[in-house]
Nanobody, 116 residues
């Protein structure tokens, strides 16, 4: 069984920053070779892909977060990280991680609220 554990969310003012961490736990071995991704879902909306990082380190971002968010990975620790800068109220959502193909059961996510 594989568990995805997201952390690092919180309440932040517009223009602020947060650093989200995703731990891939359980019988997975290493995430090396997997394309890891961050998603988000706000009330009334479908879950959307925010960013993903391939095993070679190349990254892709949704237009709405490009130049503000940065995804990275630590294969030795089986973690994926999302650094979020210049946060906007529209970034408010529950953030989840998974592989780019949503291979694993979804975790609980971490709530990010951007409000003054």
């Amino acid at each position: 069984q594989v568990h995805l554990v997201e952390s690092g969310g919180g309440l932040v003012q517009p223009g602020g920053s947060l650093n989200l961490t995703c731990e891939v736990r359980g019988r997975v071995g290493s995430i090396y070779g997997m394309a890891m991704a961050w998603y988000r879902q706000s009330p009334g909306n479908q879950r959307e892909l925010v960013a993903y990082i391939l095993s070679d380190g190349s990254t892709t971002y949704a237009d709405s977060v490009k130049s503000r968010f940065a995804i990275s990975r630590n294969n030795a620790k089986n973690t994926a990280i999302l650094l979020m800068n210049n946060l906007k109220p529209d970034d408010t959502a529950v953030y989840y991680c998974n592989t780019k193909t949503s291979r694993f059961p979804w975790g609980q996510g971490t709530q990010v609220t951007v409000s003054s």
